[in-house]
């Protein structure tokens, strides 16, 4: 009789094993689709500010079903959207990748470069001064390059953002990228991809999405007075859209797009997300991507935020809506990939390509210590010390994301050592009010920093490219921004940012545990069996991986 029991007991949990292997079976070998998505100027407590209004399957199923670093930040200064999404996907930073901010002041060229242009390309259906766009000044291999050489390039890659570097630098070297033609309103490319627009893109475009979009007012989706997580929406800290003299709903799209960079008002309103996710349903049904046998990846940024972020700062009515409006997008996308791939067989990752500082006007008024740092008075000053200490004289070449750029030339000339020049030049800044540290170039190249600020500077520094001087400002010192906000520090509001993967082979859970966005590339690698990027430094996440 006990042997009969226990016969009938094994058959019982040999039935629910199986229809629970039935009702939740066992991921492939491979994710079908990765996609990766970067939201520009994204926060991590945006994940908690705002969740009693977001829907389930959004952000809260992110954290949910998903695993996330909650203590994930940027390893390097600057925190720039072009070397964020460079770092992202290569594993490593400025340093190593050579995008070293989102435009930089070259010697040998005697101007500032922009980090995705390249002259030997062109316009590819849209304007011409819009396509000049590649990623050949990244100078080490993304996730998305060794996914394609891995598979001998049977995997396919696709970026796809409003803003061209969001969209090309990802992508890499082998991938495909799209970007929003503010000329047009279209999606477009450059010969550095095709020569001319796929079938499915140009069918896209003939939806005519964009204008579809700004024929009508940005109003709040829900009752403006329900804002509560947001400062009052008239207030003097937001900077207007011109024809406005109040930062206040609704906007009057069609009416503001005159005035306002026309198809590029979209950017700075929710609905330029909705049409990135639009390109992105059509990218994946006109590449057919996840359904040929390989794993594809594609590679969203959502590039609103950063524009709204920067007009109306991180308190705002208008970036609560965003990021309201931005969560039943992202409900929408992940039901549509469930039904398309099936729930487990594909894998996302979430992160931003940097975080925000708070207006500096808005701290002040909340008596919090805050500066506006002026670049031209210090220029100014620069130079006058300079002339006075070594003679009159064009000392300073440019001076630019917080770097100062000596005449190497003029030095020579005037039998002045430059490291003696970067030494004084740095004890004269030390005095000026919202300056905190100032390293050389030469320190930079002498000795290894581990620690400190020092450390995020020297990890974002290029010796060949970068300034004779680095400046640190005090925190909540912003350059030249009297309304609206922007970033770009080693603070903590400019580099921790979320750090979450949801899909195939990842656990629920979240960590504490200090991570950067450096860790991204090479976890994936990991998980997908595949080569690390070339100039990977970051580390896999143990937790992910399950060691």
Known sequence: MKKISALLLLLILFQVSFAQQRKNPSPSAKPKLVVGIVVDQMRQEYFYKFQDRYTEGG??????????????????????????????????TPATHGIIANDWYVRKLGRTIYCAEDSTVAAVGGSAESGKISPRNMLSTTISDELRLATNKQSKVVGIAIKDRGASLPAGHTGDAYWFDTQTGNFMTSTYYYSELPDWVQKFNDRKLAAQYLSKPWTTLFPIETYTKSIADDNAFEGPFIGMEKTVFPYDLPKLMENNGGFGLIGTTPFGNTLTLDMAYAAIKGEKLGQRGVTDLLAISFSSPDYIGHRFGPTSVELEDNYLRLDRDLEQFFNYLDKEYGKGEYLVFLTADHAVADIVEFMRSENIP????????????????????????????????????????????????VETIQRDLADFLLRFDGIKEVYTATDMKRQEYSRGKAELLQMGFSHKASGDLLLILEPAWLTGFPRGTTHGTGYT???????????WKIPTGQSSRYATITDIAPTLSMLLQIRLPNGATGQPIGEILGH
């Open 59 to 92: 952000f809260k199923r992110l954290m949910r079903e998903g695993f996330m670093m909650t203590n994930g930040h940027y390893n390097y200064i600057p925190t720039y959207t072009g070397p964020g999404h460079a770092s992202v996907y290569t594993g490593t």
């Open 370 to 417: 805050a500066g506006i740092f002026n670049t031209r008075f210090i220029l100014t000053q620069m130079n006058g010390y300079c002339s006075m200490q070594y003679g009159e004289g064009y000392w300073i070449l440019n001076f630019s994301n917080e770097q100062v750029f000596i005449n190497h030339k003029l030095a020579e000339e005037r039998k002045v050592p």
């Open 493 to 503: 509001y400019d580099t921790h940012v979320p750090i979450v993967l949801m899909g």
